[in-house]
């Protein structure tokens, strides 16, 4: 009974257009206080604070700043050129290009906001002048930005190695092949609308002199994230240390290699990711609260029981698994939603001797879904904006992209070996 007054409460003030953060304290300071709990109100400030404390999440506004550095900075523009030089004369090349740009962008920005407005501004203009439509466009794009949440310099990732303990090395690598196949089921349904459509047939492949040029180009932005990535798997620096490397790194190719950023740029960039990342510290801080009061009421332990009732086996957990975190992604942004449902499912995965790097990978890639679908979708108002889209024009577009990526998120999770076996072979060399 408990457990659907926390949540109850939680969804109608949410719902209700009440900032999350207040929605949270709003539900943990109401229950203690309606039930006439004898838990101090210090303990709900304490629990706060606790919730933003640890060390690792100091690089959650450095990867934040990053993103912004690198949408600003020149290096999606170069990452796009590379791509249409690559792929831009197959069938549906620019649909593709903008899948590939969306796929190494996400690789050295971390984030689907970032992701889907860097690629966005660049891909959709050239889209809409092939004879694309708004909401084709649109659609793509914001399906396309969620990739980033998959690769290896994913904020979801970093936040959720801090709750389950795993190693942020081996699950930045656990995403990596889920992202790729994830990106070549929307280049199937790009080369499909090409041809459909005939808006994009293709045409000839590049020469290797301009292939050549294009890479030499783009070299040291695709350098970023194996540079990254090799620091922390190798552990010669921390995730938190990655992230400082990364600012500094994104800063020097930005300003100093391809020149495209002035210092009067930094004070905007560092108040937009200071406003974005204070944003999400609150809400964590928030959250932390809400899990303690769960924690200490045994919330979690009725769930699970209630969980372990209906779901006797692990296939159907993991069907409740997609499925609870897709509607709970609906209305809630994925970083708020990834530190409300973890705690409650990563005992539950641990009773079903699930890995869980695997669960992790599983959460992050359900929750990418909900970043493009209405009411919240978060890269949906963006690309919706960039391409001046209305969300009807988009739907119309979105249900087949959707299909493609639900249909990889259930293979994901029901074939584990696809985001366990590149850490193991990594760790094995």
């Known amino acids: 009974m408990l457990s659907l007054v926390i949540f109850g409460t939680f969804f109608v003030l949410a719902l209700a257009g009440v900032p999350l953060m207040v929605s949270l304290l709003a539900t943990t300071m109401g229950v203690v206080i309606g039930y006439g709990m004898q838990y101090p109100l210090e303990s709900v400030f304490l629990s706060f604070i606790g919730g933003v404390e640890p060390f690792i999440l100091i690089a959650v506004p450095l990867f934040v700043f990053t993103g912004e550095l690198l949408a600003q900075g ?42 889907t407005a860097a690629i966005g501004s660049l891909v959709i203009p050239a889209m809409l002048a092939k004879g694309y439509s708004r909401g084709f466009a649109a659609a793509l794009v914001a399906v396309a930005g969620t990739l980033a949440l998959l690769m290896p310099l994913s904020i979801p990732f970093l936040v959720y190695a801090f709750i389950s303990g795993v190693s942020m090395r081996t699950l930045s690598m ?54 990254i990535v090799g620091g922390i798997w190798s552990g010669y620096f921390t995730p938190t240390e990655a992230a400082a490397v990364a600012v500094v790194y994104g800063l020097l190719i930005s300003m100093f290699l391809y020149r495209d950023m002035s210092w009067r740029q930094i004070p905007g960039l560092l108040l937009k990711a200071f406003m974005t990342s204070a944003t999400v510290m ?85 929750l990418a879904i909900a970043l493009y679908t209405p009411p919240v979708g978060g890269t949906l108002f963006v690309a919706a904006k960039l391409a001046n889209a209305t969300i009807g024009e988009i739907t119309k577009h979105l249900w087949l992209m959707m299909a493609a990526t639900f249909g990889m998120v259930l293979i994901i999770t029901y074939v584990p070996g696809l985001t366990t076996w590149f850490p193991r072979w990594l760790a094995g060399l």
């Open 282 to 366: 609150l809400v964590i801080g928030a959250t932390g609260a809400l899990a303690w009061l769960i924690t200490a009421e045994g919330v979690a332990q009725q769930l699970a029981d209630w969980v372990s009732s209906v779901a006797h086996v692990k296939w159907v957990f993991l069907l409740m698994l997609n499925v609870s975190l897709v509607l709970l992604g609906i209305f809630i942004e994925p970083l708020p939603a990834l530190l409300m449902a973890a705690p409650l499912f990563i005992p539950l995965a641990m009773a079903f001797k699930m890995d869980l790097v695997h669960m992790g990978v599983i959460m992050t890639a359900n």
């Open 74 to 115: 020149g290096v999606g523009k170069r990452i796009v050129e590379f791509a249409n030089v690559l792929f831009g004369w197959l069938p549906g090349g620019l649909g593709v290009v903008t899948v590939v740009s969306c796929l190494l962008f996400g690789g050295v920005s971390g984030s689907a906001i970032a992701d």
């Open 174 to 227: 656990a995403g990596l092949l889920p992202a790729i196949i994830s990106a070549l089921a929307l280049v199937a349904v790009c080369m499909w609308h090409g041809r459909k459509t005939g808006v994009d047939p293709g045409g000839k492949p590049q020469s290797l002199i301009v292939i050549a040029k294009a890479a030499y180009s783009a070299g040291p932005a695709l350098l970023m994230p194996i540079f």
